[in-house]
T-cell receptor, first 112, second 114 residues
């Protein structure tokens, strides 16, 4: 079945440093979604990427979708303590857009 | 507030108990989901209901029984669970169609099976 791998599993940074998490799928994806889960919270949708090579920005967050639509990345510039949490990527499988396979996530901690 | 409400927030039950988790969405969505989140494992899709019809049962043991009486309410009935079923159970909803099936999650029920 489809697998979605995320690296790194954990990342600890000093406040102000940059952070990147990478997501790789074993199959070509029609789209990829990113979610953030704060400690003790629930996943919250961040963004969806659909087009090959697509780049989207949300303030200090930059999301990329690979040309082959099998990988994606999330880059945070100048991290802040509010960025702490686990970042998940997810891609649809089984020919439907609503059945998502999630990666294990990258837990980001930020030292103030 | 995400528009998806789950109760209870925490649940401790013995292996012989029967309990139910409840989810309600106020977003007008037509699909609802149950996900299981365990430590060190990815989010696992358990069940999907599309317009009240169950369209996915992801090889979930029969001790988990979903119920979707209408497009706004979703239940997960639990009986004779095992300690390994302890996890965070998340309900989610989405609006199907249009290619933007992003999930809105509830706050989850943290379940402990003793």
């Amino acid at each position: 079945g489809q697998q979605v791998m995320q690296i790194p599993q954990y990342q600890h940074v000093q406040e102000g440093e940059d952070f990147t998490t990478y997501c790789n799928s074993s199959t070509t994806l029609s789209n990829i979604q990113w979610y953030k889960q704060r400690p003790g919270g629930h996943p919250v949708f961040l963004i969806q990427l659909v087009k090959s090579g697509e780049v989207k920005k949300q303030k200090r967050l930059t999301f990329q979708f690979g040309e082959a639509k099998k990988n994606s990345s999330l880059h945070i510039t100048a991290t802040q303590t509010t960025d702490v949490g686990t970042y998940f990527c997810a891609g649809p499988y089984g020919g439907s857009n609503y059945k998502l396979t999630f990666g294990k996530g990258t837990l980001l901690t930020v030292n103030p | 507030e995400t528009g998806v409400t789950q109760t209870p927030r925490h649940l401790v039950m013995g292996m012989t108990n029967k309990k139910s988790l409840k989810c309600e969405q106020h977003l007008g969505h037509n699909a609802m989901y149950w996900y299981k989140q365990s430590a060190k494992k990815p989010l696992e899709l358990m069940f999907v209901y599309n317009f009240k019809e169950q369209t996915e049962n992801n090889s979930v043991p029969s001790r988990f029984s979903p119920e979707c009486p209408n497009s706004s309410h979703l239940f997960l009935h639990l009986h004779t669970l095992q300690p390994e079923d302890s996890a965070l159970y998340l309900c989610a909803s989405s609006a199907l169609g249009g290619g933007n099936e992003k999930l809105f999650f509830g706050s989850g029920t943290q379940l402990s099976v003793l």
